[in-house]
């Protein structure tokens, strides 16, 4: 069992989303964080607390980038990382 991370990426889960510009079905191309720092992802997640004493990732969320295959219409969809 996975304790922490994408579900989208780990393929627990599947992006279905159509488009808003002429309503095709998007395709998912993978997290923004991949495009931005290709070893973003296998690096150690920096922790912190906050004012009451509450540990927290600061990284609960995973932004994918979704493309339409069709007329080119690009977006971003935030998936939460431990939503199953």
């Known amino acids: 069992m996975i304790d922490s991370g994408c579900p989208v990426c780990n393929g ?24 931005c720092d290709p070893y973003g992802p296998y690096e150690e997640q920096e922790t912190g607390q906050t004012a009451e004493g509450t540990a927290y990732t600061g990284d609960d969320q995973c932004i994918h980038f979704l493309q339409c295959p069709y007329c080119d219409e690009s ?3 935030t998936v939460g990382r431990d939503s199953i």
């Open 75 to 77: 977006t971003m969809y």
């Open 12 to 35: 627990l889960t599947r992006l279905s989303e159509t488009c808003p510009a002429c309503g095709a079905s998007m395709e998912d191309c993978g997290s923004v964080e991949s495009y």
